[in-house]
């Protein structure tokens, strides 16, 4: 409720107040179900002793190791890879950005191969992703020395947009040659699109630039992938 009414002080409307209890109540959500996610994806879960034995999981396109238990340095396998949208949801301190950068870590395998391209937004001056500057294709940031630099919002929208356009074109050409997934090679890769603070490019950008975001991720994150286009957030 004060939260509510701290938004309306500064000029938010009914729409964006909305918008911002809803991101919330999905973050609360994701928090209370994030030490039973763990739980069921852990490798060295404790079953029970009429439980009947369990395979282990094998890594693949769509298992990824990246992280061990610091009890018995068992692996903890992650239930995707370089074909599906990723979102890291935790409370702060949590470990998101080490989750986030393992994972980040296990797709260079794919990135080396040049079948993996990288496109980034960071909202915190490019003190997260900055320091992976080299591997990305394009990093979207914002320079507070740069007095001459368009709002930060903006050019977020403007690249996004940019990226749905893509987004049509490849399922134009992948409709007309009969196909219905996009396929990654080195020389057509698919486009993974990093984003650190997932929460401040939407509910907490500036009013005027959060609708043609969250349009445009709504896009990536619903027809994106058939196309080759996957967002990996935190």
Known sequence: FHTELGLRHL????????TVVRWAAVAAAAWLLSDAVWRFFRSDRAPSEDAPPRRRRKPGMTSLA?????????????????????????????GKSGAFWAYVD??????????????GIDPKVGIELRKAEPIFHELVWQNPRDEDARPFGERVAEFLERVVRDIEFELVE???AGLDKHEPTPGDPAHVILADELLQLTAFMEPRYAGRIMSALGTILTVGRAAGYLLVAA
């Open 11 to 18: 000029g938010y409307t009914d729409q964006h107040v909305l």
């Open 66 to 94: 990246i992280a061990r238990t610091t009890e018995d340095n068992q692996v903890f396998w992650f239930p995707s890879g370089p074909g599906m949208s990723v979102v890291f949801v935790g409370t702060s301190g949590s």
């Open 106 to 119: 296990k797709l260079l395998e794919w990135y080396d191969q040049g079948t993996v391209r990288f496109l």
């Open 174 to 176: 992948l409709g007309d």
